[in-house]
C-alpha cells in the first residue's frame, strides 16, 4: 500500500509515519511531502519517497502537485495531516485524482471553524 502524507514537519504526520512504519502485517510504502527541502525537516529522512511540495496557499499548484505525485507514485491513499490540508482537501476534492476520506467542505470548514461556535450558549 502506498501512503502519502504532507506537511511532514508537523508532529501529526511524524506520528502518523511512526504508526504506520510499525505495521508489518502489510507492506506500506510512505511517499512524504512538505514545502521544505529534504532534510530540512525531521520527517523528510522517515518517508520512503520525498517530495518538495508549493504552499498549500498556492491551492491551485498544490492540487497539480497531489495529481502529480498520484500519477507518478499510483498512490492508494492520502493523508491529510493538517486543518489547512482537510479543508483544502474538501473543497477540491472532485479535481484530486487520489483516495482520501473526509467530510465535504461545509463539515469540514464548520469543524475547523469551532472555536467560533464553542462560546455561544
Keep these: 500500500m502506498r501512503i502519502q502524507i504532507n506537511n511532514i514537519h508537523s508532529t501529526n504526520s511524524l506520528s502518523l509515519i511512526k504508526v504506520l512504519s510499525r505495521i508489518k502485517k ?21 518517508v520512503d519517497k520525498y517530495y518538495q511540495a508549493p504552499p498549500i496557499t ?17 498512490i492508494d491513499l492520502l493523508i491529510p ?9 474538501s473543497k477540491y476534492g472532485n479535481q484530486i485524482k487520489t ?6 467542505y461545509e463539515t469540514v470548514a464548520l ?11
Excluded: P, W
Design 58 to 74: 498556492q491551492e491551485k499548484e498544490y492540487i497539480n502537485f497531489l495529481n502529480d505525485i498520484n500519477k507518478k507514485e499510483d
Design 111 to 121: 469543524f475547523k471553524d469551532k472555536l467560533r461556535y464553542s462560546h455561544k450558549s
Design 26 to 46: 502489510y507492506d506500506i510504502i510512505i511517499i512524504g511531502s512538505d514545502i521544505y527541502k529534504k532534510g530540512e525537516c525531521a520527517g523528510s529522512l522517515l
Design 81 to 89: 495531516a493538517s486543518d489547512a490540508e482537510a479543508v483544502l482537501l
Design 99 to 104: 483516495n482520501f476520506f473526509l467530510a465535504d
